[in-house]
């Protein structure tokens, strides 16, 4: 493994951070503004270029920091538009991403971590197991890649990605600084500026860390319910054995409490034939959407190989979703995207190395105290 230089990357921190930073080398804080556009609104890849900062700072800068943007080792084109990009990070894993069109939306899907450890059953990235925690730099490289894939960088272009999800590999909850500090990247006018409710954490229900998010973030939210009783999601989400259905939906209330504008949780329910996706199990899920503001967002299953599950057919799939409708919620079923280049949900895998040992140790940790403490430091080392 290459020895990584020392140097802060300076693309992985917050704007307070930033400011921290500053003041920590004896400058004052309002650098941070001027060295955030010129990161996240100019793309800016060396310090050189940051033309309204003296030499000797600019200088300084390069001996105490650098900005280091992770690497692409593929990029494809599916026929619908779709991109997806095999990303290689430091230390030689690698990771996907995609970017979704969709009339004038463009939506990233954004990977936290290398890897998974939280196992949901019919996840072709739980299957490989979880190698480590992305960096807040190595996740906001992402959009950094994704915004120069259409030519110099211009974030402000709003047709070049209008949403960011945290859809991608990894369970953004538990790398939760690092997620924090790339969200707030997003959000913040002198970096991405782009609005709260286009900035989305999807989450397998990792309740403490909802609870820790409450007040502290306003980024909007997303739950993989998948089931609609503990019976059937303790199969397939294991985390819900951990944290059962009447938590997690405290916890999304009292996530949605603390938001300053009026908004709902976006449910994803992953459909799989003869698992999940019977009418009764729409009836079921109807009383828990009902126990807080929440649309539904279905997810027609995505097969890969050995999954053991099948995709539910069109009248299956739509029988659900109306049983759903009738009873009042807002429900979209999610086009397959991108399925030419791999690219659907649960089909991003990447390429994780040094897996099981490493989830072994990340799920025991997290069964055994889940406290704040292990959430943010348990997938380190
Ligand atoms: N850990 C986060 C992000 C995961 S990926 C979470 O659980 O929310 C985003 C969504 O894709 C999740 O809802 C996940 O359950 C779903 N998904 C995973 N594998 C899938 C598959 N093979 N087919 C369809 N959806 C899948």
Redesign the pocket.
């Known amino acids: 493994m290459p020895k990584q230089p020392d140097r802060i990357n300076l693309l992985g921190l917050s704007p307070s951070g930033l400011e921290t930073f500053f003041e920590s080398i004896g400058e004052k804080r309002f650098r941070a503004t001027q060295v955030l556009k010129w990161l996240h609104q100019q793309g800016a890849s060396s310090f050189d270029e940051m033309t309204n900062i003296s030499k000797s700072l600019r200088q300084k800068l390069a001996e105490v920091a650098d900005i280091r943007e992770p690497e692409v080792v593929l990029e494809k084109i599916s026929t619908d538009g779709t991109r997806k990009w095999v990303i290689r990070m430091d230390g030689g894993s690698s990771i996907e991403m995609v970017l979704i069109p969709e009339g004038s939306r463009k939506t990233l899907c954004v990977s936290s971590q290398v890897g ?1 450890a ?1 196992d ?1 059953s ?3 990235t739980g299957k490989q197991g979880f190698n480590r925690n992305l960096s807040a730099a190595e996740i906001i490289g992402q959009l950094r890649v994704a915004i120069r894939s259409f030519g110099p960088f211009d974030p402000k272009d709003e047709r070049r990605v209008t949403n960011v999800v ?3 590999m ?3 909850l538990l790398n939760f600084d690092n997620v924090v500090a790339a969200t707030e990247l997003m959000m913040d006018d002198n970096a991405y500026g782009l609005s709260k409710r286009r900035v989305t954490i ?3 229900g990792v309740v403490p860390a909802i609870d820790k998010l409450a007040g502290l973030s306003d980024v909007s939210l ?1 739950v ?1 319910i ?1 089931a609609p009783n503990d019976a059937l999601r303790d199969q397939l989400v294991p985390v819900n054995r951990r944290y059962p259905l009447k938590e997690l939906i405290a916890s999304c209330n009292n996530y949605l409490k603390h938001l300053n504008d009026k908004r709902v949780i976006t449910v ?1 329910y ?1 459909l799989m034939e003869g698992v999940n996706d019977q009418p009764e199990h729409a009836t079921q899920l109807l009383k828990v959407l009902r126990k807080m503001p929440s649309k539904l967002n279905l ?1 027609p ?2 097969p ?1 190989p050995n ?1 053991g599950y099948n995709k539910p057919s069109a009248d299956a799939i739509a029988r659900f979703k109306q049983i759903i409708v009738n009873g009042g919620i807002i429900t979209t079923v999610r086009k397959t995207r991108g399925d030419d280049v791999d690219a ?4 991003l895998v990447g390429q994780v190395e040094d897996r099981t040992r490493r989830s072994q140790k990340y799920l025991s940790v997290l069964q055994l105290d889940a406290s704040d403490e292990t959430l943010t430091h348990a997938g380190e080392g």
């Not at 659907?344 to 089909?347: I, N, S």
């Open positions: 998974c939280l949901c019919f996840c072709s945290f859809m991608g990894g369970e953004p999807s989450t397998a997303a993989s998948h994803e992953t997810i299953f995505n890969f999954s659907a949900c649960g089909q």
